[in-house]
Protein backbone atom coordinates (compact mmCIF):
# COMPACT_ATOMS: atom_id res chain seq x y z
CA UNK A 1 0.00 0.00 0.00
CA UNK A 2 1.44 3.42 -0.40
CA UNK A 3 3.26 4.79 2.43
CA UNK A 4 0.47 7.90 3.11
CA UNK A 5 -2.27 4.85 3.41
CA UNK A 6 -0.46 2.78 5.13
CA UNK A 7 0.46 5.28 8.07
CA UNK A 8 -3.31 6.49 7.85
CA UNK A 9 -4.03 3.06 8.66
CA UNK A 10 -1.81 2.67 11.91
CA UNK A 11 -4.03 5.41 13.08
CA UNK A 12 -6.86 4.82 12.18
CA UNK A 13 -5.37 1.07 14.35
CA UNK A 14 -4.79 3.86 17.55
CA UNK A 15 -8.07 5.25 17.35
CA UNK A 16 -9.62 2.09 18.33
CA UNK A 17 -7.09 1.65 20.32
CA UNK A 18 -7.94 5.08 22.27
CA UNK A 19 -11.78 4.34 22.10
CA UNK A 20 -12.77 1.14 22.36
CA UNK A 21 -12.21 -1.73 24.59
CA UNK A 22 -9.63 -4.03 23.88
CA UNK A 23 -10.04 -7.47 25.17
CA UNK A 24 -7.21 -7.02 27.54
CA UNK A 25 -5.22 -3.36 28.42
CA UNK A 26 -2.76 -2.32 25.73
CA UNK A 27 0.13 -0.76 27.17
CA UNK A 28 2.19 0.20 24.66
CA UNK A 29 1.83 0.46 20.32
CA UNK A 30 4.65 0.14 18.18
CA UNK A 31 5.28 0.59 14.61
CA UNK A 32 8.52 -1.57 13.67
CA UNK A 33 10.20 -2.57 10.38
CA UNK A 34 9.95 -1.92 6.65
CA UNK A 35 6.95 0.77 7.62
CA UNK A 36 9.02 2.56 10.05
CA UNK A 37 12.05 3.28 7.45
CA UNK A 38 10.46 5.34 4.96
CA UNK A 39 9.36 3.26 2.24
CA UNK A 40 7.08 4.06 -0.21
CA UNK A 41 4.99 1.57 -0.77
CA UNK A 42 5.08 -0.16 1.89
CA UNK A 43 4.26 -3.94 1.43
CA UNK A 44 3.44 -4.88 4.96
CA UNK A 45 2.78 -3.02 8.37
CA UNK A 46 4.45 -4.64 11.52
CA UNK A 47 2.81 -3.91 14.60
CA UNK A 48 3.71 -4.37 18.19
CA UNK A 49 1.62 -4.23 21.29
CA UNK A 50 2.54 -4.33 25.02
CA UNK A 51 -0.38 -5.88 26.72
CA UNK A 52 -0.91 -6.02 30.37
CA UNK A 53 -2.10 -9.52 31.67
CA UNK A 54 -5.87 -9.33 33.68
CA UNK A 55 -5.52 -9.59 37.28
CA UNK A 56 -8.98 -10.24 37.95
CA UNK A 57 -11.93 -13.04 37.85
CA UNK A 58 -15.58 -13.42 37.02
CA UNK A 59 -16.70 -17.09 37.38
CA UNK A 60 -20.53 -16.09 35.83
CA UNK A 61 -19.35 -14.92 33.06
CA UNK A 62 -16.52 -17.70 32.32
CA UNK A 63 -19.16 -20.26 32.61
CA UNK A 64 -21.81 -18.23 30.19
CA UNK A 65 -19.20 -17.86 27.37
CA UNK A 66 -17.75 -21.33 27.69
CA UNK A 67 -21.33 -22.55 27.81
CA UNK A 68 -22.55 -20.48 24.60
CA UNK A 69 -19.47 -20.26 22.49
CA UNK A 70 -17.07 -22.98 23.89
CA UNK A 71 -14.57 -20.55 25.07
CA UNK A 72 -12.87 -21.07 28.55
CA UNK A 73 -11.58 -17.79 30.61
CA UNK A 74 -13.39 -15.11 29.95
CA UNK A 75 -13.59 -12.75 32.58
CA UNK A 76 -9.92 -13.97 33.68
CA UNK A 77 -7.95 -13.91 30.31
CA UNK A 78 -9.67 -11.47 28.51
CA UNK A 79 -12.45 -8.55 29.80
CA UNK A 80 -15.92 -9.79 30.24
CA UNK A 81 -17.03 -6.22 29.14
CA UNK A 82 -15.24 -6.17 26.30
CA UNK A 83 -16.33 -10.37 25.31
CA UNK A 84 -19.89 -9.25 25.77
CA UNK A 85 -19.45 -6.26 22.89
CA UNK A 86 -17.20 -8.10 20.21
CA UNK A 87 -18.26 -11.71 20.65
CA UNK A 88 -17.41 -12.35 16.81
CA UNK A 89 -14.10 -11.52 18.01
CA UNK A 90 -13.67 -14.09 20.48
CA UNK A 91 -11.18 -16.60 19.51
CA UNK A 92 -9.50 -19.19 21.61
CA UNK A 93 -5.91 -21.13 22.14
CA UNK A 94 -5.30 -24.93 20.98
CA UNK A 95 -6.30 -25.69 24.82
CA UNK A 96 -9.84 -23.59 24.12
CA UNK A 97 -8.95 -20.83 26.48
CA UNK A 98 -9.29 -17.26 25.22
CA UNK A 99 -6.42 -16.27 23.79
CA UNK A 100 -5.94 -12.37 24.24
CA UNK A 101 -3.37 -11.70 20.72
CA UNK A 102 -5.70 -14.00 18.56
CA UNK A 103 -8.83 -11.77 19.98
CA UNK A 104 -6.17 -8.29 19.51
CA UNK A 105 -5.77 -9.36 16.16
CA UNK A 106 -9.89 -10.08 15.62
CA UNK A 107 -10.55 -6.19 17.06
CA UNK A 108 -7.88 -4.62 15.36
CA UNK A 109 -7.28 -5.75 11.95
CA UNK A 110 -9.31 -7.84 8.74
CA UNK A 111 -8.25 -10.97 7.47
CA UNK A 112 -7.40 -9.83 4.12
CA UNK A 113 -5.01 -6.82 5.46
CA UNK A 114 -0.91 -7.01 4.92
CA UNK A 115 -0.53 -6.58 9.19
CA UNK A 116 1.72 -8.57 11.30
CA UNK A 117 0.62 -7.57 15.02
CA UNK A 118 3.21 -9.05 17.39
CA UNK A 119 1.85 -9.04 21.14
CA UNK A 120 3.86 -9.66 24.11
CA UNK A 121 3.51 -8.45 27.90
CA UNK A 122 7.24 -7.16 27.55
CA UNK A 123 8.20 -3.82 26.26
CA UNK A 124 9.32 -3.75 23.05
CA UNK A 125 13.17 -3.17 23.89
CA UNK A 126 13.17 -5.66 26.02
CA UNK A 127 11.25 -8.36 24.05
CA UNK A 128 13.45 -7.25 21.18
CA UNK A 129 16.64 -7.99 22.82
CA UNK A 130 15.87 -11.17 24.69
CA UNK A 131 14.22 -12.75 21.29
CA UNK A 132 17.34 -12.08 19.54
CA UNK A 133 19.48 -13.64 22.56
CA UNK A 134 17.05 -16.63 22.77
CA UNK A 135 17.35 -16.85 18.84
CA UNK A 136 21.18 -16.52 18.65
CA UNK A 137 21.37 -19.03 21.04
CA UNK A 138 19.35 -21.70 19.46
CA UNK A 139 20.15 -20.95 16.12
CA UNK A 140 16.38 -20.01 15.74
CA UNK A 141 16.84 -16.95 13.48
CA UNK A 142 13.54 -16.44 12.31
CA UNK A 143 12.20 -16.26 15.91
CA UNK A 144 14.34 -12.73 15.86
CA UNK A 145 12.10 -9.01 15.73
CA UNK A 146 13.36 -6.06 13.50
CA UNK A 147 14.49 -3.93 16.41
CA UNK A 148 14.08 -0.41 14.08
CA UNK A 149 10.54 0.61 15.62
CA UNK A 150 8.84 3.57 16.72
CA UNK A 151 6.36 4.02 19.89
CA UNK A 152 3.37 5.65 18.77
CA UNK A 153 1.15 5.50 21.99
CA UNK A 154 2.02 4.86 25.25
CA UNK A 155 -0.38 4.65 28.52
CA UNK A 156 -3.52 5.69 26.69
CA UNK A 157 -1.17 9.09 25.24
CA UNK A 158 -0.18 9.07 21.58
CA UNK A 159 3.33 10.28 20.57
CA UNK A 160 2.45 13.13 18.50
CA UNK A 161 5.65 14.00 17.62
CA UNK A 162 7.18 10.24 16.52
CA UNK A 163 4.10 10.02 14.28
CA UNK A 164 4.80 13.47 12.36
CA UNK A 165 8.39 12.44 12.19
CA UNK A 166 7.55 8.96 10.77
CA UNK A 167 5.11 10.58 8.15
CA UNK A 168 7.65 13.46 7.07
CA UNK A 169 9.81 10.17 6.47
CA UNK A 170 12.45 11.60 9.30
CA UNK A 171 13.36 9.02 11.43
CA UNK A 172 16.71 7.71 10.95
CA UNK A 173 17.61 4.02 11.31
CA UNK A 174 20.51 1.79 10.10
CA UNK A 175 20.30 -1.60 8.07
CA UNK A 176 18.66 -4.49 9.76
CA UNK A 177 22.48 -6.30 10.12
CA UNK A 178 23.78 -3.11 11.57
CA UNK A 179 21.22 -2.52 14.07
CA UNK A 180 21.07 -6.35 15.20
CA UNK A 181 24.74 -6.11 15.50
CA UNK A 182 24.65 -3.08 17.76
CA UNK A 183 22.43 -5.47 20.08
CA UNK A 184 25.38 -7.89 20.19
CA UNK A 185 25.12 -10.30 17.38
CA UNK A 186 28.12 -10.88 15.10
CA UNK A 187 28.50 -9.70 11.62
CA UNK A 188 27.43 -13.29 10.02
CA UNK A 189 25.24 -13.91 12.39
CA UNK A 190 23.75 -10.33 11.82
CA UNK A 191 23.43 -10.92 8.18
CA UNK A 192 21.77 -14.71 8.61
CA UNK A 193 19.24 -13.21 11.39
CA UNK A 194 18.09 -10.41 8.93
CA UNK A 195 17.88 -12.65 5.78
CA UNK A 196 15.38 -15.41 8.61
CA UNK A 197 13.48 -11.78 9.07
CA UNK A 198 12.94 -10.77 5.62
CA UNK A 199 12.22 -14.36 4.32
CA UNK A 200 9.40 -14.36 6.98
CA UNK A 201 7.83 -11.13 6.00
CA UNK A 202 7.39 -12.10 2.66
CA UNK A 203 5.71 -15.64 3.39
CA UNK A 204 3.06 -14.03 5.61
CA UNK A 205 0.24 -13.44 3.82
CA UNK A 206 -3.14 -10.89 5.13
CA UNK A 207 -3.52 -10.29 9.14
CA UNK A 208 -1.34 -12.29 11.43
CA UNK A 209 -0.31 -12.43 14.75
CA UNK A 210 2.50 -13.88 16.87
CA UNK A 211 1.76 -13.83 21.18
CA UNK A 212 4.57 -14.04 23.38
CA UNK A 213 4.99 -13.96 27.36
CA UNK A 214 8.36 -13.00 28.82
Known amino acids: MERAAALSRVETLLDTVDNDTMPVPVREVWLYGDAAL ?17 LESDDEAAERFEREYGVQGVGSTVRTEWAEQHPDCLRASENGYAAPEKCLAAHLTRPDEPIHLEVCN ?93
Open 122 to 214: ASFGDNVTQRLQGALDRDAYEQVIDPRGACLWVDGERETETIEKLRAGELAFPTLPEALGMLGADEDDARAAAEAVNDRREEQDGATVRGDVV
Open 38 to 54: GLDPVDRLEIYLTKDIL
